[in-house]
């Protein structure tokens, strides 16, 4: 069965990086992209990217274009997303999530565990 | 950007009722609209894609429909493990994925 395992939560101080790993099983990598979404406390589902797992091809939310990149290593089926210098607003956590075959890679059928990073002085 | 705007934002029924959730495009996304289900501590789930297609799994009760810029999510008779924030999310102005602020179903 596809899985998306997620690294642990993290804390980090304003202006740091994160960077968070989402290892996938049960399917072949390089043939679905990951999409990385995020959700403040309380808060709605923001969609932040996208990465080819075929290609490395990545397309960014403009609102974090500059702040975030999108990698994965085939060698091993993970996918990464980091995130720099970081804000309190970036508090919230972040999952991953793979769509379907074909036309449907933006319908996201499997999702990770979600990792909470906190920003905080 | 496709805004879209869920309606209500709270809905407060009790179990065996129908439920109607709304969501609204702010232009046509034809029919690339999902919908989402999800419980407090975990990951959302997929309920509905393409506006009217179950995903795998998901039992009968759940329904969608709509196109261009009026959906709505019907759950006929709701159990008490429906009773979740639900998020519709539009595909159609891609890469900007963007999804609706919620709605949010609980026990009266």
């Known amino acids: 069965q596809v899985q998306l395992v997620q690294s642990g939560a993290e804390v980090k101080k304003p202006g740091a990086s994160v960077k968070v790993s989402c290892k996938a099983s049960?399917?072949?990598?390089?043939?679905?992209?990951i999409s990385w979404v995020r959700q403040a406390p309380g808060q709605g589902l923001e969609w932040m990217g996208w990465?080819?797992?075929?290609?490395?091809?990545?397309n960014y939310a403009q609102k974090l274009q500059g702040r975030v990149t999108m990698t994965t290593d085939t060698s091993t089926s993970t996918a990464y997303m980091e995130l720099r210098s970081l804000r309190s607003d970036d508090t919230a956590v972040y999952y991953c999530?793979?769509?379907?075959?074909?036309?449907?890679?933006?319908?996201?059928?499997?999702w990770g565990q979600g990792t909470l990073v906190t920003v905080s002085s | 950007e496709i805004v879209l705007t869920q309606s209500p934002a709270t809905l407060s029924l009790s179990p065996g009722e129908r439920a109607t959730l709304s969501c609204r495009a702010s232009?046509?996304?034809?029919?690339?609209l999902a919908w989402y289900q999800q419980k407090p501590g975990q990951a959302p789930r997929l309920l509905i894609y393409?506006?009217?297609n179950r995903a795998t799994g998901i039992p009968a009760r759940f329904s969608g429909s709509g196109s261009g810029t009026d959906f709505t999510l019907t759950i006929s008779s709701l159990e008490p493990e429906d009773f979740a924030v639900y998020y519709c999310?539009?595909?159609?102005?891609?890469?900007?994925?963007?999804f609706g602020q919620g709605t949010r179903l609980e026990i009266k």
């Open positions: 999310q539009q595909r159609s102005n891609w890469p900007l994925i963007t």
């Open positions: 990465i080819s797992a075929y290609n490395g091809n990545t």
């Open positions: 049960g399917y072949t990598f390089t043939s679905y992209g």
């Open positions: 393409d506006a009217s």
């Open positions: 232009q046509s996304v034809s029919s690339y």
């Open positions: 999530a793979r769509g379907g075959s074909g036309s449907y890679y933006n319908v996201y059928s499997h």
